[in-house]
């Protein structure tokens, strides 16, 4: 008998090349002369697993708005290794999400907010949002604006808007869930929470969270 022919895709060359040279720019030219973001998102939803992940990877320099569902849903795939790349194509994805000069804003937000300088980041964030009102990770900011200002009622309105636009901002979910907290609303934060891991079960933080807050309920109604 003779050995079966193994096909072996462009796209799989240029990801085995990828890892070891880890060269981005390299990897993009190549994946971009043969495949578009759609392919890519087709062989993510239904390849072996190194093509999921090399479609995982690809889509994060190559992707656009349309992809970031396909990644979300790849968050909870079966391999760790796609789950990760899948994770680093999602949220690059939604920082470009937007116009360049959008984008530009979001950076120099998220840099205020990253310093923890909330006051600052408010209003740029707040003009953002009303410029780019599709751009879901600009909630996200507004949102951690509010939450670092102690106005959870405000950061919980913004969390709800940015989850408005994608459902799978699992980091999202994870501040509605505080927001639920601090309003003492536990069923209402388990709830969210549970929706997180449902999307990305790698966040272990909110499994502890969950047990926490259910601990809490069962000592609450005793």
Do not use: K
């Amino acid at each position: 008998m003779t050995t079966p022919l193994v096909r072996t895709t462009r796209l799989t060359i240029a990801y085995r090349r990828y890892l070891t040279s880890a060269n981005s720019p390299q990897f993009a030219a190549e994946v971009d002369e043969y495949y578009s973001a759609s392919t890519l998102t087709s062989l993510l939803r239904r390849s072996d697993v190194e093509m999921r992940r090399a479609s995982a990877l690809a889509l994060g320099m190559l992707g656009d708005h349309s992809s970031i569902e396909s990644l979300g849903q790849a968050l909870s795939d079966s391999d760790r290794g796609v789950r990760l790349a899948a994770d680093d194509s999602f949220r690059a994805l939604l920082v470009r999400d937007a116009a360049p000069r959008h984008h530009q804003q979001l950076l120099q937000v998220m840099h205020l907010n990253d310093g923890a300088e909330y006051a600052a980041a408010l209003a740029p964030t707040m003009i953002l949002v009303d410029q780019a009102p599709r751009y879901s990770e600009a909630f996200h900011q507004l949102a951690i604006c509010w939450q670092g200002l102690d106005n959870s009622p405000q950061a919980e309105t913004a969390f709800r808007s940015c989850l408005w636009h994608c459902r799978y901002h699992y980091p999202a979910w994870q501040g509605l869930a505080r927001c639920r907290m601090l309003a003492r609303d536990y069923e209402g934060a388990i709830s969210s929470l549970r929706r997180c891991v449902e999307i990305c079960p790698d966040i272990e933080n909110a499994r502890v969270q969950i047990r926490v807050l259910e601990r809490r309920l069962r000592q609450t109604d005793a």
